[in-house]
């Protein structure tokens, strides 16, 4: 079993930064991908970024490009999601996922374990 802990979100104004984090636990193995999702009010739940189990490579949604880092420490087993512009559209809950395997993936069907989930808010 896996275990996702994500750290506190928060209520920043537009155009400030936020920084989440996600520490796994458990039997993740040596080699799992990372993503963060998100779900706004009244929306689906959508792909923000991924990265790859060594940290290579990483992916982002085009809302989110330029203005979002994901990274990740594997000596920590932990992975940060620093977002910097924030706008309005970012207020939404992010979940963080692991998915059982080196490459990463934007479907939520690929990933094996979700974190509670955490509440971004940015106001304008």
């Known amino acids: 079993q896996v275990q996702l802990v994500e750290s506190r979100g928060g209520l920043v104004q537009a155009e400030g930064s936020l920084r989440l984090s996600c520490a796994a636990s458990?039997?993740?193995?040596?080699?799992?991908?990372m993503g963060w999702f998100r779900q706004a009010p009244g929306k689906e739940r959508e792909f923000v970024a991924a990265?790859?189990?060594?940290?290579?490579?990483?992916l982002y949604a085009d809302s989110v490009k330029g203005r979002f880092t994901l990274s990740r420490d594997n000596t920590k087993n932990t992975a940060w999601l620093q977002m910097n512009s924030l706008k309005p559209e970012d207020t939404a809950v992010y979940y963080c996922?692991?998915?059982?395997?080196?490459?990463?993936?934007?479907?939520?069907?690929?990933?094996?374990?979700w974190g509670q989930g955490t509440q971004v808010t940015v106001s304008s």
């Open positions: 990265i790859s189990s060594s940290g290579g490579s990483t």
């Open positions: 996922a692991l998915r059982l395997a080196p490459l990463y993936s934007v479907y939520e069907k690929s990933y094996d374990y």
């Open positions: 458990g039997r993740t193995g040596s080699s799992y991908a």
